[in-house]
């Protein structure tokens, strides 16, 4: 036992941001100038359990770190399969300014960034989602679509009929055309979200019209992927950065391997597609894929903070261009 407990333990605070100011957040630090090549690699390790992530970021205004928990025997207890905390740090001083909960944040920023790429990506008359998933990032990925795309459409393929159901209902409360489908609807769809556990593709990559747009959200693994090697080589493609794509997206590794696409395919980052730096085809599908980014949770993380009124004890009240 401690003889002496801590000075400050802070509290747990809540994330009441919206999908949209989500968005706006990412969307301010990339047109700011943040590099998302400069991020830094997360840290992944092995436990009993399943596996622990540590994801570190830092602006001249804020520091924070994510730390995560997979575990995939959770669910069959009636818990997250995903686990953790957001400690959010004042960057000049490191003081602590704000506990979040990890789930939370996790579940607003990775459909935020989906959303800040298909925003670019869907055509302007997209009104059909085809998403795969019905767990709490499905819904949260809905959320953020409808944020940013005025969807009419919803067809929802999951492993399970009730959890797809409760995903349909949930759509049609919002006041979409909402059904349960197969992969095969990917025919017909003008978005295809991917955010499953899947581990092979879930569906006929040759069968995405020209005109869609396909996001590939749901693993960070070398050797899992959710989309296959026919998608991804007739595809126009972008990830959250180059450095971490090629480290951690199995979607676009396997294709290298299988040499579906070779070393010197164009892979456009998040900030030259937010910034305007790169062509956006409609003669073929656009494919962007996310592996989730420590840059990322920062951004949200010091919306959140600033959205109580709080500018942290350097008096800082916006992100700056990350260190």
């Given at each position: 036992?401690?003889?002496?407990?801590?000075?400050?333990?802070?509290?747990?605070?809540?994330?009441?941001?919206?999908?949209?100011?989500a968005v706006e957040a990412l969307?301010?630090?990339?047109?700011?100038?943040?590099?998302?090549?400069?991020?830094?690699?997360?840290?992944?390790?092995?436990?009993?359990?399943?596996?622990?992530?540590?994801?570190?970021?830092?602006?001249?205004?804020?520091?924070?770190?994510?730390?995560?928990?997979?575990?995939?025997?959770?669910?069959?207890?009636?818990?997250?399969?995903?686990?953790?905390?957001?400690?959010?740090?004042?960057?000049?001083?490191?003081?602590?300014?704000?506990?979040?909960?990890?789930?939370?944040?996790?579940?607003?920023?990775?459909?935020?960034?989906?959303?800040?790429?298909?925003?670019?990506?869907?055509?302007?008359?997209?009104?059909?989602?085809?998403?795969?998933?019905?767990?709490?990032?499905?819904?949260?990925?809905?959320?953020?679509?409808?944020?940013?795309r005025p969807l009419t459409r919803?067809?929802?393929?999951?492993?399970?009929?009730?959890?797809?159901?409760?995903?349909?209902?949930?759509?049609?409360?919002?006041?979409?055309?909402?059904?349960?489908?197969?992969?095969?609807?990917?025919?017909?769809?003008?978005?295809?979200?991917?955010?499953?556990?899947?581990?092979?593709?879930?569906?006929?990559?040759?069968?995405?019209?020209?005109?869609?747009?396909?996001?590939?959200?749901?693993?960070?693994?070398?050797?899992?992927?959710?989309?296959?090697?026919?998608?991804?080589?007739?595809?126009?493609?972008?990830?959250?950065?180059?450095?971490?794509?090629?480290?951690?997206?199995?979607?676009?590794?396997?294709?290298?391997?299988?040499?579906?696409?070779?070393?010197?395919?164009?892979?456009?980052?998040?900030?030259?597609?937010?910034?305007?730096?790169?062509?956006?085809?409609?003669?073929r599908p656009r494919c962007f894929?996310?592996?989730?980014?420590?840059?990322?949770?920062?951004?949200?993380?010091?919306?959140?903070?600033?959205?109580?009124?709080?500018?942290?004890?350097?008096?800082?009240?916006?992100?700056?261009?990350?260190?």
């Open positions: 036992m401690h003889d002496q407990m801590p000075a400050q333990i802070l509290a747990q605070s809540a994330i009441d941001l919206t999908p949209a100011q969307e301010r630090v990339l047109l700011d100038g943040l590099d998302p090549e400069a991020g830094p690699p997360r840290s992944n390790l092995a436990v009993p359990a399943g596996e622990l992530l540590l994801m570190p970021a830092a602006t001249t205004a804020y520091a924070g770190v994510k730390i995560a928990g997979v575990a995939p025997a959770n669910p069959a207890r009636g818990l997250p399969r995903i686990t953790g905390s957001y400690l959010l740090l004042d960057g000049p001083t490191l003081q602590p300014l704000a506990l979040f909960d990890g789930i939370a944040l996790t579940s607003l920023r990775t459909p935020a960034v989906t959303a800040v790429a298909l925003r670019r990506l869907a055509v302007p008359e997209a009104a059909h989602l085809v998403l795969f998933g019905a767990g709490p990032q499905a819904y949260g990925h809905l959320d953020a679509l409808l944020a940013v919803l067809t929802v393929v999951a492993r399970r009929a009730e959890p797809a159901a409760a995903l349909v209902e949930y759509a049609r409360k919002l006041g979409l055309d909402a059904v349960a489908g197969t992969p095969e609807a990917v025919a017909g769809a003008d978005l295809v979200v991917c955010c499953t556990t899947a581990r092979t593709p879930l569906f006929d990559g040759r069968a995405v019209p020209a005109h869609a747009a396909v996001a590939a959200v749901g693993s960070h693994e070398p050797a899992a992927r959710e989309v296959d090697s026919a998608l991804v080589a007739r595809s126009a493609l972008y990830v959250e950065a180059r450095s971490a794509a090629l480290r951690e997206a199995g979607d676009l590794l396997i294709a290298l391997a299988d040499e579906s696409i070779a070393e010197s395919t164009p892979l456009a980052n998040l900030s030259e597609l937010v910034n305007g730096r790169v062509v956006v085809p409609t003669d894929k996310s592996v989730g980014m420590a840059w990322q949770d920062l951004a949200v993380a010091a919306a959140q903070y600033e959205r109580y009124g709080h500018s942290g004890p350097s008096g800082h009240s916006e992100l700056y261009t990350m260190q």
